[in-house]
Nanobody
């Protein structure tokens, strides 16, 4: 399984960005997918996760992004999206997508088996 994250960039506070995670390999339908981020000097943290469509497709959002971020998947394109709105400077980080050999999500990074290379999101005026 290979993952390619894209869509990062520079955005002003209050702005929006949509990140994409293209998954290559077995169908996305059987993997839980997670978005994590890591800011300079900080540990990697779970942002949003989604269980596989072969399970219940349930989602998770960190408290810091609830109501602002939305995770979704397009099985036909084998792609998972993270729509981010009302962005804040504290959202600045490298964002990674990851896949887990399980249909159920976890918000813990060590439980994911495959990782993309990361895309930088900078929120600044």
């Amino acid at each position: 399984v290979q993952l390619q994250a894209s869509g990062g960039g520079l955005v002003q506070p209050g702005g929006s960005l949509t990140l994409s995670c293209q998954v290559t390999g077995p169908t996305l339908d059987y993997y839980a997918i997670g978005w994590f981020r890591q800011a300079p000097g900080k540990e990697r943290e779970g942002v949003s996760c989604i269980s596989s469509s072969a399970s219940d497709g349930s989602t998770y959002y960190a408290d810091s992004v609830k109501g602002r971020f939305t995770i979704s998947r397009d099985s036909a394109k084998n792609t998972v999206y993270l729509q981010m709105s009302s962005l804040k400077p504290e959202d600045t980080a490298v964002y990674f997508c990851s896949a887990r050999d399980s249909p159920y999500f976890s918000d813990l990074a060590p439980r994911y088996n495959y990782w993309g290379q990361g895309t930088l999101v900078t929120v600044s005026s």
